[in-house]
């Protein structure tokens, strides 16, 4: 899997837009971009993914750059809760039955700190 | 209740035990892994599994037995545990290669 570069640590005020890049730089063209986090002691939770499109859901925004060497998981008004580590993770899709290549390999991630 | 469950939540067992720590998921997904996070390391995966029967190594397999009988159960057996082995130990699972995985609360091991 391609590795990706992460800020070790980004603080933002609450209620404003936490951005978050990631660069994978060696992207290959069927590997999908996930970002999950990780609230303090918790089990990892999933956001949002995506392939080239940009992405939206309830939780998030995730843009990524045309020629997909880089994305920015969009946080549109962080609340304190939102504090946790962010992991932005590169993984094949449809990987042979028993295969390895699918598996999600966690970096060591973005701590965002939101702030009163 | 749906979802994944690990347990026990906290365990303290002595060097030279076997331990098994037990994941349950009650969605029929395909796959299932363990993951180990320690500080310094972040998550790392200990071993998977694509379906029942069907297990495979991850990162940091030596010291760990896993299997999978059934769909729904994935433990993780530490044959003679040792103090390297603390940590907390997350169970993921998901349904198939492009979904989400979804992780259970983890279990906090202390050898000592």
């Known amino acids: 899997d391609a590795k990706t570069t992460q800020p070790t640590s980004m603080d933002c005020a609450e209620g404003r837009a936490a951005n978050l890049p990631c660069n994978h730089s060696?992207?290959?063209?069927?590997?999908?971009v996930y970002w999950y986090r990780q609230i303090h002691s918790q089990g990892p939770q999933y956001i949002i993914h995506?392939?080239?499109n940009n992405e939206t859901n309830e939780m998030a925004s995730l843009i990524i750059t045309e020629d997909r060497k880089s994305s920015t998981l969009i946080l549109p008004h962080a609340t304190l809760r939102d504090t946790a580590v962010y992991y932005c993770?590169?993984?094949?899709?449809?990987?042979?039955?028993?295969?390895?290549?699918?598996?999600?390999?966690f970096g060591k991630g973005t701590k965002l700190s939101v702030k009163p | 209740d749906a979802g994944i469950t690990q347990s026990p939540r906290y365990k303290i067992t002595e060097t030279g035990r076997q331990v098994t720590l037990m994941c349950h998921q009650t969605?029929?997904?395909?796959?299932m892994f363990w993951y180990r996070q320690d500080l310094g390391h972040g998550l790392r995966l200990i071993y998977y599994?694509?379906?029942?029967?069907?297990?495979d190594k991850g990162e940091v397999p030596d010291g760990y037995v896993v299997s999978r009988s059934k769909t729904e159960n994935f433990p993780l057996t530490l044959e003679s545990a040792t103090r390297s082995q603390t940590s907390v130990y997350f169970c993921?699972?998901?349904?198939?290669?492009?979904?989400?995985?979804?992780f259970g609360q983890g279990t906090r091991l202390t050898v000592v």
């Open positions: 993921a699972s998901r349904s198939g290669t492009n979904t989400e995985a979804f």
């Open positions: 060696t992207i290959s063209g069927n590997e999908y």
């Open positions: 995506g392939l080239k």
């Open positions: 993770i590169v993984r094949v899709a449809g990987e042979e039955y028993g295969g390895s290549q699918g598996n999600l390999i």
């Open positions: 969605w029929s997904h395909s796959y």
């Open positions: 599994s694509a379906a029942a029967d069907i297990t």
